[in-house]
């Protein structure tokens, strides 16, 4: 099944007309696709993406993350930068909890996916994620 992003944003030109050149970079488009909470890493460490629900929830589940988001990044009512809070990962005053509600309202707002990684390449759980936008400034 193909990802409805990867085919909206992940062109062979780098560019889809009509979107205003919106566009992932190559390495999120060359990375594993997920779009379901059965599907896993190819091996461990290798890149995943997404912007399904299910898979970034059951993803924090399994790490206890909370939603959340960056303290001042607010903007017109909005919520400012997306981010997860990790227990026992020390005290980050700046993070402030939202709901799951608020958390994916906004992702889908921003058209975000969410690269990360299940596992380490050493086989370890990995907390590695980035969000990545096909409107964010191009290279």
Known sequence: M???FKEKYCSDEG???GHNNAHFPRSVCQAQWVSSPSEHEAHPGR???THNH???L???TQRHAMPATIRGTEHDGHLGVLRFDFPNWGS???LE???WEQWFDTLDERQLVMLYQE???NGHLSNFFHFNSPYREQD
């Open 2 to 4: 193909t990802d409805p």
């Open 15 to 17: 560019t889809n007309p």
């Open 47 to 49: 890149s995943l993406v």
């Open 54 to 56: 299910e898979v970034i």
């Open 58 to 60: 059951d993803w924090a």
């Open 92 to 94: 980050n005053e700046r």
């Open 97 to 99: 909890h939202v709901t």
């Open 119 to 121: 596992h380490m390449r």
